[in-house]
């Protein structure tokens, strides 16, 4: 699993606004009807039911947001670097700015936990958060993430 199979330039947002952690998953909902067919409602929902469990803030102000819908047939993922940090109520408590929404099928259990484990990998790295809190451009990140992938292949 890489991170080309879940983004491309066209899913990466760069300065996204929001306020509040409802006002990311609504606007990530929004965004991720238009790229999955989906319904705007229905991937907030599933969004929001997930985070009851437990916040996807996973900490270094990261949060990896992820649900499954049953009529999706892939996995689509899509990056925001936010214009001012929100609170997440992340695990460290502390505000996040860089967010991987993560939407899979009902019958992607091995393949969505490969996703999220990807993710969290390159998100893991400080030198690349560092690098994509430093920039401002959807075709910057989108180098970025993938940037990070390409090294560890080679």
């Keep these: 699993m890489e ?7 066209d899913t990466v ?7 509040s952690k409802k006002q990311v998953l609504q606007e990530l909902s929004r965004r991720a009807a238009d790229i999955t067919g989906e319904h705007e409602r229905a991937i907030f929902e599933v ?8 916040t996807t803030g996973v900490g270094s102000g990261i949060a990896i947001p992820h649900g499954k819908l049953q009529s999706l047939e892939r996995l689509h993922g899509l990056f925001a670097r936010l214009e001012q940090p929100v609170d997440f109520q992340a695990i460290d408590e502390r505000p996040v700015d860089l967010i991987f929404l993560l939407l899979a099928p009902e019958s992607a259990g091995a393949d969505h936990l490969k996703a999220l484990a990807r993710v969290s990998r390159v998100l ?5 958060c ?7 451009t ?4 989108f180098a970025i993430l993938t940037e990070k992938m390409e090294t560890e292949a080679a």
């Design 3 to 9: 991170i080309t199979d879940l983004i491309s330039s």
């Design 130 to 136: 560092e690098k994509l809190r430093g920039t401002d």
């Design 124 to 128: 893991r790295d400080g030198k690349v």
């Design 13 to 19: 947002v760069a300065n996204l606004h929001a306020t």
């Design 47 to 54: 969004l929001m039911e997930r985070e009851r469990l437990g």
């Design 138 to 141: 959807s075709e910057a990140l």
